[in-house]
């Protein structure tokens, strides 16, 4: 259970050699000794729930992203990197088709490391071992793809976004790779690689190393991501087509962890979550007025955050009193969150939640359903 509380996060980040010189971030402390309760806003309003299928050929083993498509496609795409499928469901949820290209075939891949969709050219996007492999959206034709061999540093890469023509992709450098930073070049001790037709640009310096994958968060516009910030460090930043700059910055003003236990995080991971600093800023979903984000707490209890970006405060942050299902994906005017079946039975059976009286659950009809069956996305609105 803990996993899933802990949200499959951890990251990070700090701006690197491009660093926007005209960073406009603003500076928001939190302060967890004040007020500290997370509560839905009143106008908080569940829009729909959506049931996805649950036939032999649709189920899922493993939820790592979601995509809703642009409204001239009203689809849902649900990335399984386990099962290596992505399943595309409409939007009430029935299934439509899977995207199957595992193999060793040509135009097949053995692995997907991250998947991203690029709707503007309709594509799916896959990251094999050393090459980002393109297919149509629609009719799943292999297109083609991009050779990442010869790009200086850790190029073992886990994680990639595209804007435009521009690729990011990010490579964690594990612990036991620190040692070999010593003879690298300057420009070789980055985790985040920009490629630009025939140029490569390298942004975030490495420093502590990352607990789990990073994860990019598309921002409302669609046009560019949010990225948490270094372990340690609570400064937010975006990356666009130009490269990377300093967005938000959220510093908690007591209980800032140490330098000594950011440098033995790896080795004391256990105690480092459970540790009573607050840590670990991520899961960034935006709509036009609100941001909402996690951060890790004492005894590795998940914290909320919903930042009103036109107010410039928060309208409510901290341990929430009722159960949260994740925040997966979110549009201009909704957020999405998604639990599975066998997590929400549970959670009944053993009298940790009642959902007639939880604000995100409450409208779920359980009638019928078994632990086995497939994710429910809970559409919501905050106003």
Not at 209 to 238: A, C, H, M, Q, W
Not at 249 to 261: G, T, V
Not at 284 to 307: C, D, Q, S, W
């Amino acid at each position: 259970m803990r996993i899933l509380f802990i949200l499959c996060l951890f990251i990070v980040f700090s701006c690197g050699r491009k660093e926007d010189e005209k960073s406009n971030s603003f500076l928001y402390p939190i302060d967890p000794n004040r007020h500290f309760l997370f509560e839905w806003p009143k106008g908080t309003s569940i829009v729909e729930v959506i049931y996805l299928e649950s036939v032999d050929s649709s189920l899922i083993s493993h939820v790592e992203k979601i995509w809703i498509s642009h409204k001239e496609f009203n689809e849902i795409y649900v990335l399984d990197k386990k099962l290596k499928k992505i399943f595309i469901f409409n939007a009430n949820g029935e299934t439509l088709s899977i995207f199957d290209k595992n193999g060793s075939g040509p135009g097949e891949y053995l692995e997907i490391r991250d998947a991203f969709l690029d709707f503007q050219n309709k594509e799916i996007l896959i990251l094999d071992n050393k090459s980002i492999k393109k297919y149509n959206l629609f009719t799943f034709e292999y297109l083609g793809s991009k050779d990442l061999n010869g790009i200086p540093g850790d190029n073992n890469f886990t994680r990639f976004i595209k804007i435009l023509d521009v690729y990011y992709l990010w490579t964690n450098i594990p612990p036991f790779q620190r040692p070999e930073l010593n003879f690298l070049l300057n420009d070789q001790r980055h985790h985040l690689v920009r490629l630009e037709n025939n140029t490569i640009d390298f942004f975030i310096p490495y420093a502590y190393g990352v607990l789990n994958e990073i994860r990019f968060y598309p921002s409302v516009s669609g046009e560019d991501y949010y990225i948490s910030p270094l372990t340690g460090k609570y400064d937010i930043n975006k990356i666009s087509k130009k490269g990377v700059s300093r967005e938000y910055e959220f510093p908690i003003i007591s209980k800032e962890i140490p330098e000594n236990l950011l440098m033995e995080m790896f080795y004391l991971e256990d105690q480092f979550l459970v540790s009573d600093y607050f840590k670990i800023l991520t899961n960034f979903r935006e709509t036009n007025n609100l941001l909402y984000f996690n951060f890790i707490g004492p005894k590795a209890k998940v914290y909320h955050a919903l930042f009103d970006k036109k107010a410039k405060e928060f309208l409510t942050i901290g341990k929430s009193e009722e159960f949260v299902p994740q925040i997966i994906f979110a549009d201009a005017d909704h957020f999405y969150s998604l639990i599975s079946p066998d997590v929400l039975l549970f959670l009944i059976k053993s009298k940790r939640i009642t959902i007639e009286n939880n604000t995100l659950l409450k409208e779920i009809d359980l009638k019928g359903f078994k632990t086995d069956d497939n994710p429910i996305i809970i559409k919501f609105s905050v106003d």
